[in-house]
């Protein structure tokens, strides 16, 4: 007999890892081509105080 799900349990910041993740991929899936780096930073929140470096 298996034990039922505790639904008490709870992991914040496993969870914003899931969202970031999940807005990542519908960023990605919407645009018509690779996602620049500067749009990947804003949608993690990550802030440069200079411009990004850039990829090759």
Known sequence: M???????????DVL????L????IIAASEADG??????????LGVAWPTQP???P
């Open 21 to 24: 993740t999940a807005n990542l």
């Open 2 to 12: 298996t034990k039922p799900l505790d639904l008490r349990l709870r992991d914040d």
């Open 34 to 43: 690779r996602l620049p780096q500067v749009e990947v930073d804003a949608i």
């Open 53 to 55: 470096p850039t990829v």
């Open 16 to 19: 914003d890892e899931i969202e």
